[in-house]
């Protein structure tokens, strides 16, 4: 098992996150954070995020060790608290979405091996109400632990993908947690991955993956073979704390990649040409500059939802 500095350096944070008492304040229209209704405040470092079912807004609240789920009718619920039991998280980093509402967690430093302090994760799938169904993580040896596991995805025949980062790989898994298969290894040629992150699945079914220290995409068919890749350019090895996250609008033809510490987000069309750059959202009513983008989701009207993580919210990218 190769190991990562990035991860070692993350990895020695964990001990000072604490759970934190949750205070919901609410803000009045047009201030930093809010929204048009007043959003409520209290968001640390947030991740990863999706659509439910129902239309609901899943945001990953990585360091308050959560999920915040926020209804289209603006009530606002919070699933998990810091901890390993059942329903618990310890700085999850991404979730996903099944067609049946069902939610799939990647409980990134779910524990930490006691022979040598590396983070080794889980996923936890919960109803779409956000209550506890099962839990899985395993491979087949010799690594069968998850090594910090960042990304998650679901694609159109229900596997469960979910980004190794520190291993190197992909792991499908199918429903159940039925561990399925191992995609590719660590290296640099295609089929192979350097701190995989952040998925996204096209209406084809073929897995994208920000490639992150390989400063690429690449993309990956239903049956496991290699598609295509391209560079994504603002990707560089001084930036090695980077997360990055993809989301595909399939109405449009576009995928969208996260630069967190560029300030920006990318368009690009499939084929990884076409590219345009976005440094501004939509926070409310007042137009922000982005400050560490991170997770990316699509909505049905093509507008793109980014948690700004470091300002701790939500806002909104209209192309």
Not at 144 to 161: C, K, S
Not at 231 to 236: I, L, P, S
């Amino acid at each position: 098992m190769e190991l990562n500095k990035t991860y070692l350096i993350v990895g020695g944070v964990l001990a000072a996150m604490m759970a934190g008492t949750v205070v919901l304040v609410m803000r009045a229209p047009g201030h930093r954070g809010s929204s048009s209704n007043a959003e409520p405040v209290g968001l640390a470092k947030p991740r990863g995020l999706a659509f439910g079912k129902d239309g609901a807004l899943i945001i990953v609240d990585s360091k308050n060790n959560r999920l915040e789920i926020r209804s289209k009718d603006g009530k606002v619920k919070h699933v998990g608290k810091e901890g390993t039991a059942k329903g618990e998280f310890r700085e999850p980093c991404d979730v996903a979405v099944d067609k049946d509402g069902n939610l799939y967690v990647a409980d990134t430093f779910f524990t930490m091996d006691p022979n040598n302090g590396l983070p080794w994760g889980r996923v936890e799938k919960l109803d779409a109400g956000g209550s506890f169904v099962a839990q899985f993580g395993k491979a087949d040896p010799p690594n069968a632990d998850l090594f910090g596991p960042r990304g998650i995805a679901v694609d159109l025949q229900g596997r469960i993908w979910l980004s190794d980062t520190g291993h190197g790989r992909l792991l499908v898994y199918d429903g159940t947690g039925k561990f399925l298969k191992q995609v590719g290894d660590h290296g640099d040629k295609p089929l192979q991955f350097n701190e995989p992150f952040g998925m996204a699945v096209d209406k084809a079914g073929n897995v994208y993956v920000a490639d992150r220290l390989n400063f690429r995409v690449q993309v990956i068919s239903p049956d496991f073979g290699f598609v295509r890749q391209f560079k994504v350019e603002g990707w560089d090895k001084e930036q090695i704390n980077r997360e990055p996250y993809l989301a595909i609008d399939n109405a449009k033809g576009w995928i969208w990649v996260s630069d967190p510490i560029g300030n920006k987000v990318y368009r690009y069309n499939l084929d990884g040409k076409g590219r345009k750059v976005y440094d501004k959202a939509t926070d409310g009513q007042a137009v922000v500059a982005l400050n560490l983008p991170t997770g990316l989701a699509v909505g049905p009207d093509s507008n793109v939802t980014i948690t700004d993580g470091g300002d701790g919210h939500v806002v909104t990218l209209k192309p």
